[in-house]
């Protein structure tokens, strides 16, 4: 398990910002994504690339080369972008992610002192999660058919992760994640609920799962925000003609492999950077009052369920028409929790909400998110099992 977390660093060069200083920046990792301005003396000034979002979002992610015994000060020129735990970081391939904590940050900075073995740092908004880790928890779990969904518009394979029943009255269930591409946290939580539900003799015989961990998988590749992307957010593009080939392709083919037994949708996503209803877990709400009885009925299962380290209770949910969570979010297009909810025969369809650093007091890290994942596939054991 804890592979999960191990990044091999990619063989190519960096395509390094060369600086008299010596310091060596790269956002040539995967899920890489930073602008360097100027490095004056031990302080570096940098911003998120934003790319095609629409508006402001927040991923970053870099190596730090040639900063061995030096201390960095690291200023994000744009928004405020560090999370509530620090920056998550990582020493190479031998080494795991792990928040910085808060105490490295003064309001848009943050300070590192290398030590002389760190010839190869990483530093990430959040822990990254791409096809490396999906690789790695592919070899260690044995008993998933791997298939192609279809290409991605840079010609990169979208996964398509099969496994459970094969038997045609099997209940069917769909996870996708990674709509937003930067919402990295809710893939370790994906690796939990995919490894306990492949155990489950229960849900082996009676269900066929079938999981897109990386819905926009160029995004998630090259660190994109992908959240508000123009010309349209891959969770906005459900509706019309697809602008995304990966949608497309699931438009097409989940109603005719589920055939009006979808059991159940969930779609997993990380929230906003910090603060209310962004730093705990929770399902939002959809208009469709009967699907969302459904989700209640098993947020409540959840809550009831969950031993884990990170916290869930069905009060955090957020229905339909509170906060953010209302129909102004409708005229964008439509969500793949609104298009499954509208398939014939699904029974219930949902978007969970991970923070990616606090969950209530507790912290969220590979780790703690792959355990919740554990909780979540026991929940829809008993809800499913009835
Ligand atoms: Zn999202």
């Known amino acids: 398990?804890?592979?999960?977390?191990?990044?091999?660093?990619?063989?190519?060069?960096?395509?390094?910002l060369a600086r008299p200083s010596g310091i060596e920046?790269?956002?040539?990792?995967?899920?890489?994504?930073?602008?360097?301005?100027?490095?004056?003396?031990?302080?570096?000034?940098?911003?998120?690339?934003?790319?095609?979002?629409?508006?402001d979002?927040?991923?970053?992610?870099?190596?730090?080369?040639g900063a061995q015994e030096r201390t960095l000060r690291f200023h994000?020129?744009?928004?405020?972008?560090?999370?509530?735990?620090?920056?998550?970081?990582?020493k190479g391939p031998t080494s795991f992610w792990r928040w910085l904590g808060r105490s490295a940050v003064d309001g848009k900075c943050f300070t590192y002192s290398f030590s002389l073995a760190d010839s190869a740092v990483q530093f990430a908004f959040a822990m990254p999660y791409t096809e490396i880790e999906l690789q790695q928890f592919l070899k260690d779990h044995s008993g998933v058919r791997r298939q192609v969904l279809c290409q991605t518009r840079k010609g990169r394979k979208v996964?398509?992760?099969?496994?459970?029943?094969?038997?045609?009255?099997?209940?069917?269930?769909?996870?996708?994640?990674?709509?937003?591409?930067c919402e990295s946290m809710a893939s370790y939580v994906l690796d939990g609920l995919m490894e306990a539900a492949m155990k489950?003799?229960?849900?082996?015989?009676?269900?066929?799962?079938?999981?897109?961990?990386?819905?926009?998988?160029?995004?998630?590749?090259?660190?994109?925000?992908?959240?508000?992307?123009?010309?349209?957010?891959?969770?906005?593009?459900?509706?019309?003609?697809?602008?995304?080939?990966?949608?497309?392709?699931?438009?097409?083919?989940?109603?005719a492999w589920s055939a009006g037994k979808l059991a159940f949708a969930l779609d997993l996503h990380c929230p906003w950077i910090r603060g209310q209803h962004n730093e705990d877990i929770y399902f939002p709400g959809g208009e469709d009052q009967r699907n969302w009885a459904e989700i209640v009925a098993f947020s409540k299962i959840l809550e009831e369920v969950n031993e884990g380290r990170l916290p869930y209770s069905a009060s955090n949910n957020l229905p339909?028409?509170?906060?953010?969570?209302?129909?102004?979010?409708?005229?964008?297009g439509m969500s793949f929790a609104r298009w499954a909810t509208a398939l014939p025969g699904t029974r219930a369809a949902g978007t969970i909400e991970i923070p990616y650093a606090n969950c209530g007091a507790v912290d969220v890290t590979p780790e703690s998110a792959h355990g919740f994942g554990h909780y979540l596939a026991l929940a829809l054991w008993r809800y499913l099992r009835g």
């Open 57 to 65: 979002w927040f991923w970053w992610c870099f190596e730090v080369r």
């Open 159 to 181: 996964e398509r992760l099969m496994f459970g029943s094969q038997s045609p009255d099997a209940l069917k269930v769909l996870l996708t994640a990674r709509h937003h591409a």
């Open 200 to 255: 489950d003799p229960w849900l082996k015989q009676n269900v066929q799962f079938a999981v897109i961990p990386f819905v926009d998988k160029d995004g998630v590749e090259d660190g994109d925000q992908g959240k508000n992307r123009r010309p349209r957010d891959h969770n906005r593009d459900y509706d019309g003609d697809s602008v995304h080939p990966s949608v497309a392709t699931l438009r097409q083919w989940v109603p």
């Open 1 to 16: 398990m804890t592979d999960l977390t191990r990044r091999t660093l990619l063989s190519t060069p960096l395509s390094l």
């Open 76 to 90: 994000f020129t744009g928004s405020d972008v560090i999370g509530t735990r620090g920056p998550a970081l990582s």
């Open 25 to 55: 920046i790269g956002p040539s990792v995967p899920a890489g994504n930073i602008i360097v301005e100027r490095i004056e003396g031990n302080d570096v000034y940098i911003r998120q690339d934003l790319r095609d979002t629409e508006g």
């Open 320 to 332: 339909f028409g509170t906060a953010w969570n209302n129909s102004s979010n409708y005229s964008q």
